[in-house]
């Protein structure tokens, strides 16, 4: 059984967010996935509200990739299932996810190196055909990453890893999405971008009203901008609860907060 630390989700914390314009509503009943005889989830259940911020916290192998592989349909499910709001959506292929609003950034960024920032950030509206709508979410891009604007036509193999997290950040928007997954936004960067990214995040979720599924190791980073978090370990969620109490728990602050 879990142990939930503090039921009151969302409630209390950060500014309220936008309301979404269509509804995202993400859940997971009892989720286990293996590799081959390899088990790595095991009766995996959480919720991602609509118009919050949910984290999943975990150490190297806990499984918070995995966890995203099985709502994306890039690994199949073994047990359990993955709700839409409300719709089974067990094993659909990402490519069709996307088109039901439902973009992730996957780890360690992926963009294409020899393409432009612009060409990276155009593949993330591949499957749009509104051209307006595109130009307009490709300027509003731009506008929350300036940096992108100044490098419009560099290869994307130019930039720093802060600057490609925020090409990825930029391509899934493109997608105009309702439910946004990150796979670990802050690996490999410089503090000074965590810092960016984690504002932008929160702006994204506020301004936006995109639902939010942040996958993170830096557990402090992830506890400070999400309204309720799941800790993974070795494929069990082992606590859950608002992300603010979970900042004064004990056994977080020994185990993921180095305090
Ligand atoms: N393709 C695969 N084949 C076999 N085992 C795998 C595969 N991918 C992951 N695993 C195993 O599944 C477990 C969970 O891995 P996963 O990548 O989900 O962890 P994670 O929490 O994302 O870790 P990290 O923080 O290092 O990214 C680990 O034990 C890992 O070795
Ligand atoms: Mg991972």
Do not use: W
């Not at 959480?46 to 990739?65: E, F, M, P, Q």
């Not at 973009?103 to 190196?113: L, Q, S």
């Not at 929350?144 to 600057?163: I, N």
């Not at 960016?196 to 929160?202: E, G, S």
């Amino acid at each position: 059984m879990n142990t939930v630390v503090d039921t009151n989700t969302a409630a209390d914390t950060i500014a309220a967010p936008a309301p979404a314009a269509t509804p995202a509503h993400l859940e997971l009943q009892q989720v286990s996935l293996n590799y081959g005889q390899v088990r790595a989830l095991q009766d995996v259940s959480l919720r991602v509200d609509t118009g919050s911020v949910v984290a999943l916290i975990g150490a190297n192998g806990a499984g918070k990739s995995s966890t995203l592989r099985a709502i994306t349909g890039l690994s199949s499910v073994h047990q359990g299932q993955v709700l839409l709001n409300g719709s089974n959506v067990t094993g659909t292929p990402a490519h069709k996810l996307v088109e039901m609003g439902v973009a992730m950034v996957p780890e360690g960024r992926h963009v294409f190196p020899f393409m432009s920032i612009k060409d990276n950030l155009l593949m993330g509206a591949y499957t749009r055909a509104d051209k307006g709508g595109i130009a307009a979410d490709l300027e509003r891009v731009l506008t929350r990453f300036p940096r992108l604007k100044e490098r419009f036509s560099q290869q994307a193999s130019s930039l720093s890893g802060g600057e490609q997290q925020m090409v990825a950040i930029g391509r899934a928007l493109m997608a105009k999405p309702r439910l946004l997954l990150l796979d670990e936004p802050s690996l490999g960067i410089a503090p000074q971008f965590i810092r960016q990214i984690a504002r932008t995040i929160l702006e994204i979720n506020r301004d936006d009203g995109v639902t939010i599924m942040l996958v993170e190791q830096n557990s402090r980073m992830a506890l400070m901008i999400s309204h309720y978090a799941y800790i993974l370990a070795t494929g069990r969620i082992e606590l859950e609860g608002a992300s603010r109490s979970l900042l004064d728990h004990p056994d977080i602050k020994r185990l993921y907060l180095g305090a």
